[in-house]
């Protein structure tokens, strides 16, 4: 289940009036899985952008080269939340552990060899509270530090890091339903995608 779905369960009385409109948080927590490519023109700043949403679950996967061939700019999205949960296409596969492997896969594609790479984590919201409940540890043993977020974050961001192959990482932490830290998040992609 997704980590908001009590959030949706809790308040399903109130939706069911008919005048009822959904506010902007609830929006931003609603979910729609990713299928096949998505493609977005975007101007910002007056440089034109083109952006590529794929899908991440497995099956997607193959299609990805078409798309991203040539690319200068990888966003590679993390969910914190993810370290104690499976995928859906294995059960016994942890979706933290499958996405470190996608990740360092990912990075010695060819065909992306020229592009820079831009880690972002999200759901450092979803994150906090799941420590607070439960043991980094359980998932990945070799976690030998207090169980809090300084020092979560630290031993994910590193793993992502050990996998890079000496190629050059840029890092952002988020949370996507944060407006305002959502904003500040774009304003430093922006820094990262304008630098010279």
Known sequence: ???????????????????YLPTQQEALLSRTKTTGIIKYDLNVEGR???IYDVGGQ????KKWQDALEGV???FYIVSLSDFDQNTYEDADLNRMKDSLDLFQTTMQKEWLRN???ILVFNKKDVFERKLARTELKKYFPEFDEPNDVEHGMAFIKKQFQDRTSGKKLQCLTTCATD????QETFEEIKKLLFAK
């Open 58 to 61: 497995k099956s997607e996967r």
């Open 179 to 182: 407006t305002e830290q959502l």
């Open 115 to 117: 592009a820079k790479f």
């Open 1 to 19: 289940m997704d980590e908001h779905t009590e959030y949706f369960l809790d308040n399903i009385v109130t939706w069911s009036d008919e005048s």
């Open 48 to 50: 034109q952008l083109q």
């Open 72 to 74: 200068s700019v990888v």
